[in-house]
């Protein structure tokens, strides 16, 4: 995920992170629940058979 | 001394409930010092609670199992006049005014409550260390984390400071912390326990559970914070018992191969006491943690979603980083993990129809050590636990044993309002194994020749 959609994506919600270890570590978080959202989204897809 | 032990003292009459309240702040106050684990005591209410109950007994009253017995409870739950300050500086100055409709319920079984144990910030991540206070050392070894959110409560039990707690939830917080200190946590069906009064993070994963030295403790504990019948936990044999072994989830890429080894040995113990134990496959645990992981992420955002904005001081970093990345959910990632768990759902209930219950570990580690988080870097701690607060499963570890002198938990699962069964599987476990059988600080002073015997069996 490209940093300024998440920053844009924060920012409409109010969360504005300031120092770079706060932006880093929600990057990565989010990058995961994105990964895990596709996995997801995969197996519904499928009717849910894994 | 166990809680059953304590209580026919006192109906006999060769044990107060002052004594044994007094005794345990002793206790506290000798060994706390080293763990951590209590953030408020409250000395003078408890020997007062404790003088009640003495005259109660004397005047014939008995309000059950936990009349008289000291429990601590994790720093989420409301205890009117006590400082709940969920673990944040964002509550540092709060004070409970009425209690949380759990902590009423042992007030009125008796109970003595003893004090707030910690829980890691917001009962969300951990832990950190900018948080209200810091986390507690493990106490089999203080390099070690205790796991959480529960933190303190886990780390109290194994130190022998206290044999019963109150704790939360949400995706493992009672649960985990358990297994890493080498003590039992029950996660009951979801809504089993009321859980107002107590900081929600996502509701509909939240469940209060008790934390105890033993599962038949558990069990005791559970009566009352469920309002039910406490469980009769038979003899230890489970002839009729049939059992799934989950070996796939033991078999993860992130598990220690440990894991595998003791859950196999657990299932040999449980099928020696009668047990009919077979191997098979849950639906795949990377897939019901992922989504587990959307839900409560899209949820704890929404709980928090005020705190949270600007830069969401003073809140600490862990947390804050941890529940901002929900916003990058959509609607519809939302809506595919609620699916997905209605079917992860009905394939666990469809397991649970031809068996009674499920094991799997409770961890896939054990307890990280605290450097692994210096700095306030959030790292992944392989679990088993998340899956069956998505599905609302009751879950209860048990300790399985040890490796390389920490210990790890046996997780056993059971149908919807099944918490009596899988306290009878657990409670037999545990008299037909001592992994349980000695607390962190009792163990080293009495047999050191035994204790580095059973912390490296495998």
Known sequence: MERDTLLAQLAARGIHPVQDADIKAIEDTANALRRSAERIAAFVATGGAS | ?????????????????????????????????????????????????????????????????????????????????WPVRHGSVCFANRMAEADAPAVARLRAAGAVL???????????????????????????????????????????????????????DTGGSVRSPAAYCGTVGLKPTNGAIPKSGALPLAPTFDTPGAMARTAAEAGLLHAVLSDTSPTALQDGRLDGVRILCARNWAQAPDADPAALDLMDAAASVLSLAGA?????????????????????????????????KGDGRPMG????????????????????????????????????????????????????????????????????????????????????????????????????DGEAMILRIGSAFEQASDHGAFDAFTLPQSNPARVNRIKEMT
């Open chain 2, 1 to 81: 001394m166990s809680v059953a032990e304590a209580g026919l003292a006192m109906r006999r009459g060769t044990l107060t409930s002052r004594a044994l309240v007094a005794a345990h702040l002793d206790r506290i106050a000798t060994r706390d010092d080293r763990i951590g684990a209590f953030v408020f005591i409250d000395a003078e209410a408890a020997l007062a609670a404790a003088d009640a109950a003495d005259a109660a007994l004397a005047s014939g009253i008995d309000h059950g199992p936990l009349h008289g017995i000291p429990v601590a409870i994790k720093d989420l739950f409301d205890v009117a006049g």
């Open chain 2, 114 to 168: 003893i004090g707030l144990v910690a829980t890691y910030e917001l009962a969300i991540v951990g832990p950190g260390e900018d948080g209200l206070y810091p986390q507690p050392r493990n106490p089999w070894n203080p390099d070690h984390i205790t796991g959480g959110s529960s933190s303190g409560a886990a780390a109290a039990i194994a130190a022998g400071m206290v044999r019963l707690a109150l704790g939360s």
């Open chain 2, 317 to 416: 970093r862990m947390p804050y980083q941890s529940m901002a990345a929900g916003a990058v959910l959509t609607d519809e990632d939302i809506a595919n993990a609620r699916r997905a768990a209605a079917v992860f759902k009905a394939q666990i209930d469809a397991l649970l129809v031809d068996c009674d219950a499920l094991l799997t570990p409770t961890t896939l580690t054990t307890a990280p050590r605290f450097s692994e988080f210096a700095n306030g870097q959030a790292r992944w701690t392989p679990m088993c636990t998340l899956p069956f607060n998505m599905t609302g499963h009751p879950a209860l570890s048990v300790p399985m044993g040890f490796v390389r002198g920490l210990p790890m938990g046996l997780q056993i699962i059971g149908p919807h």
């Open chain 2, 276 to 308: 009919t134990v077979i191997t098979g496959d849950l639906p795949p645990l990377d897939l019901m943690t992922d989504a587990g992981a959307i839900l409560i992420h899209a949820e704890g955002l929404a709980t928090h979603a005020e705190r949270l």
